[in-house]
C-alpha cells in the first residue's frame, strides 16, 4: 500500500469524510483489519480563508506547499489536497513538494467521461465557480463544459457552504435551495451536476438529484484508493 499525504482541514467537516472514507475503502479492498496508509496536515481554515478572501492565493500556496513537504518528509508518497477550491494552488505545492497530486479534477473528469456527460452543472464556492482552474483543467483534460449558477445562486451557495456546511450545520431549507439552483440548471441544459465542493454531500445526496449528479469528494476518495493499492490508477496524477 502507497502512503498517501492529506492537506486537510479546509473545512474538517469533509476532512472527516476524506478520513473515514479512506479507511474504510482499504478495509473493504483488502479485508481483515487493513486501515489507509496515512499522512494528515490538518489546517486552521479561518487563515487560510482570509487569504481566499483577499484574493492572496500566493501566501495560500506557500501554507499549503510548507505543509506538503512536511507531509513528503513524514513519509508521503503522493499528495491530496482535501479541498476543491484549494486546488486554484495545487500547482505551485506539488512543484514545492515534489510528489505526485491526485487532482481532483481529473476524479471528476473521469466519471463525466464514463457517463458520456460533456455539459456540466458546477456547484461550490463562488471561488470555484468564477475562477477557471477547476473548468479549464476539466475542459482542457476532459472536454467537458462546466456550466455556474447566476449571480444570486452563487451567492445562496457561496452563503450556506461557509456560514453552514463548514461549521457543521446542515439545514433543509438549505438543501431546498440548493435542490432549487441544480432544477434551474437542469432547466438550462446542464446533462448532469457537479457537488464540486468537499461539504455540498453533506447537503446533497446525489442519488436524489433530478439529473445525474457527481460528489467531488466520493469521486477523489476512490481515486485515491485505486492510487494507493493499484498499479494503475485511475485518473490522471500529476
Known amino acids: 500500500m502507497r502512503t498517501l499525504g492529506v492537506l486537510g482541514g479546509m473545512s474538517w467537516e469533509s476532512t472527516l469524510i476524506y478520513y473515514r472514507d479512506l479507511n474504510r475503502g482499504v478495509a473493504q479492498r483488502l479485508g481483515g483489519l487493513h486501515s489507509a496508509s496515512l499522512r494528515l496536515h490538518n489546517l486552521d481554515f479561518e487563515p487560510v480563508a482570509a487569504l481566499q478572501r483577499e484574493g492572496r492565493w500566493g501566501a495560500a500556496a506557500e501554507q499549503l506547499a510548507v505543509a506538503a513537504c512536511g507531509l513528503r518528509d513524514a513519509g508521503a508518497e503522493g499528495l491530496l489536497i482535501a479541498s476543491n477550491t484549494m486546488h486554484r494552488v495545487a500547482p505551485t505545492v506539488q512543484q514545492a513538494c515534489g510528489l505526485p497530486l491526485l487532482h481532483i479534477g481529473d476524479a471528476i473528469g473521469a466519471a463525466l467521461r464514463a457517463a458520456g456527460l460533456t455539459r456540466i452543472g458546477l456547484l461550490g464556492t463562488r471561488f470555484t465557480m468564477e475562477q477557471d482552474f477547476l473548468r479549464d483543467h476539466l475542459r482542457q483534460r476532459h472536454g467537458v463544459e462546466m456550466r455556474v449558477p447566476g449571480e444570486a445562486d452563487r451567492a445562496t451557495l457561496q452563503q450556506l457552504i461557509f456560514d ?55 469521486l477523489h476518495v476512490q481515486q485515491a484508493l485505486d492510487w494507493m493499492l493499484d498499479d494503475t490508477p485511475r485518473g490522471d496524477p500529476r
Open 164 to 218: 453552514e456546511l463548514c461549521r457543521g450545520i446542515v439545514r433543509d431549507a438549505s438543501r431546498q435551495a440548493t435542490l432549487t439552483i441544480v432544477d434551474r440548471m437542469a432547466a438550462d441544459g446542464a446533462q448532469g451536476v457537479v457537488l464540486g465542493c468537499t461539504e455540498l454531500g453533506l447537503l446533497l445526496d446525489p442519488a436524489a438529484l433530478p439529473l445525474p449528479g457527481f460528489d467531488s469528494t466520493w
